[in-house]
Structure formats: C-alpha cells, structure tokens
C-alpha cells in the first residue's frame, strides 16, 4: 500500500499521506456496539472538559508505513489534539508519527469470533505499544470472561485483574443503568472511586436534581419561617419588627 517516503529537512522519513487509506466508509457496526462506542468516547469529552486528549471511534490508526492500519473500536489519547484543519488527507485519521505517540488505550468490542481479538490484534496493539489493550465481550464469544485488561510492562502485554488504569488516571467498569433508552449492563469509564463518568444527558440530569434540590431547601426554609412568625404573632410579638 505504501511505498513513496518524503524527507523533510531533518531528514525524518515520513509516509505520504496521500498514499495512505484514511476511510474506506465501509459500515460494519451493529447498533449494541454502535451505541457502546459512543457512551465511551461521549463520556470522556462531556466529564474530562479540563483535559486534553483524543478519543474516537472507528478511526484508523497508522503505527507503521509497512502495514495497513487497524481500527480499534475506540481509543483514547491523551495530551494530543486533533489538528485544526482535519479535513487534510494527512489529519484525517491517527498517524503515530505525526501525534508522536501511540494511543494509551486501545479497546475492542466483540461481536463474533472472527475479529482475532486474542491474536492478531493484540499482537498489533502489542507492537504499537499502546499502555491497555481492553477487550469487552460481552456475549462471551471468546470464553467465560466478558472482560480483560492487558497492561503493558516492558514490550510486552501482561494480562491483569486491575481495572484501575494508572497511567491514564481512569478505571473501567460494568454499568447497569439506561444510556438513550436502552437498559442493559454497559462498559463505561470511571473514577477511582468507582463513580462513573457522566454522559452529557447525566450532566443536565444531575444539574436539574441540584436545582430541584435548592428550590426544595429554599421552600423549607420559607415555610419554618412563616410557622415562626405565625408563632411570634401568637405570642403577641411582631415579627417584623424583631
């Protein structure tokens, strides 16, 4: 697929972008996973506003000129942008050169057993050197487990129990709630102490309730108020005049 290199002056071989396949508009997705991805990467632009950092869905990741890329159901990088004019061929998807570092978080959904999860891909993430490799299954397509969590440690990855990522300050976790009205058990980002990240429809939830809350407080406090001043009143006193 690519074989023309440019030399910048640093004398820095890059693959030319315009050689490289950035979309292909191949629609492959089922709507459970569809709507999983966008939970994920909804989450972390609506509750992370503070940080910087890059996460996508279905976007094609560039770790070497020698391979075509792969596409992880989601990624998540942090301290990068995308560039201001994404619509140039070589902004459009992720180049490792180019945002100078791999994704710290790679994670695949499975939907069947034909995606290699277990193999190939991990392989790849491997070599790419992405910190977590997260494979959600939650039909148990691959086995009992419907999550794992491979860190890696060195230049290899180690699977592990902890769902805790260190080094990019967030944790994992099954969720059983409602997300656009659809309950089912979700896999959704979360903090240390295990409260998730909230989706924007969350955020505007939670805002109303602390609304709702303080109307709540302030009406209680008015109506002690006016019980006090019935009571002074009883008492011959005036309350206005206290």
Known sequence: MVEQLLINDDDYYVPDANLLVTEDDTPVDNFASEKQQRLLV??????LQNQTFLA???????????????????????????????????????????FGKPP??????????????????????????????????????????????YELRGRRYFETLETWLEQVG????????????????????????????????????QAEQRTQQAEQRTQQAEQRAQLLAERLRAMGVDPDTI
């Open 42 to 47: 909804g989450s972390l632009y609506s509750a």
């Open 56 to 98: 996508a869905a279905n976007v094609g990741i560039y770790y070497t000129d020698l391979q075509p890329p792969i596409v992880p159901d989601v990624f998540l990088s942090l301290d990068v942008q995308v560039p201001e004019n994404w619509w140039e061929k070589q902004n459009r998807c992720y180049m490792v050169w180019r």
């Open 104 to 149: 710290e978080v790679v994670l695949e959904i499975v939907s069947n057993k034909e995606g290699d999860e277990l193999g190939k891909k991990l392989q790849i993430y491997e070599h790419m050197r992405a910190s977590y490799y997260i494979v959600y299954d939650p039909n148990q397509q691959l086995g009992e487990k419907i999550l794992r969590v």
């Open 170 to 205: 967030l944790g994992i976790t099954l969720w059983e709630g409602q997300f656009e009205g659809r309950r089912d058990t979700w896999l959704r980002w979360c903090y240390q102490d295990g409260n998730v990240l909230p989706t924007g429809d969350e955020r505007a939830q």
